[in-house]
């Protein structure tokens, strides 16, 4: 079954500090996967996407098959990253399957 | 342009009643999708919709739970005869074009507590 694993709820880091946002997926085929964020009281809105092979606020993340991971990475953590972020797996059709999410704390 | 838009956002129901949630898709995305987040979960794929077409409603509970796209106005889900175990976070995204490749755009949500 397809599946998204993000095993932390809650992730709390000091300002400075080097983040990293785990998820695993189970899928035998070629997936595609997104990071999507939502700060507070915002809507849910695209982080980024392995395809791009793109960094965005200074976050990175990359594909590995070998593992089925998709870690989210940033070096320097700032306060405005405190954010609920979710995992997201996409089959080859317009059905996402998320993952639970993991609360980000920024630490002054 | 304005995004996604749903209301309400918040919607407080008793037993039995109707629940009404509403999505405009952003201006030109003919793609509609609705999204189920229980608490402590992820987020759930329950049906996606075109204009005037039900596409794929595998996502969404047989009975009670119904949607549409109507050519004209928003998109509509309906829950009747709701029970406490509908409560839950609702939102819609939409895209132009159908496809694992296509960027799903989010709405702000519905938050339905059923009493």
Redesign the interface.
């Known amino acids: 079954a397809q599946r ?1 694993t ?1 095993p932390e709820k809650l992730l709390s880091v000091f300002k400075g500090a080097p983040v990293e946002l785990k998820c695993n997926y189970s899928y035998s085929g070629s997936p ?1 996967l997104f990071w ?1 964020v939502q700060y507070s009281r ?5 982080l980024l ?1 392995h ?1 791009s092979r793109e960094s965005i606020k200074g976050f990175t993340a990359d594909l590995n098959k070998g593992e089925t991971s998709f870690h989210l990475k940033k070096p320097f953590a700032q306060e405005e990253d405190s954010a609920m972020y ?1 995992c ?1 797996l ?12 993991t609360r980000l704390k920024v630490l002054a | 342009n304005a995004g996604v838009m749903q209301n309400p956002r918040h919607l407080v129901r008793r037993r039995g009643q109707e629940a009404r949630l509403r999505c405009s898709p952003v201006k030109g995305h003919s793609h509609v999708y609705w999204y189920r987040q229980l608490p402590e979960e992820g987020l759930k794929f329950m049906v996606y919709l075109q204009k005037e077409n039900i596409i794929d409603e595998s996502g969404m509970p047989k009975e009670r739970f119904s949607a549409e796209f109507p050519k004209e106005g928003p998109s509509i889900l309906r829950i009747q005869q709701v029970v406490r175990g509908d409560s839950a976070a609702y939102f819609c995204a939409s895209s132009p074009l159908q496809g694992s490749t296509d960027t799903q755009y989010f709405g702000p949500g519905t938050r339905l507590t059923v009493l």
């Open positions: 998204v993000q595609e999507y915002q809507r849910l809105q695209l996407r395809i979710y997201a996409s089959t080859g059709t317009y059905k996402y399957i998320f993952g639970t999410g």
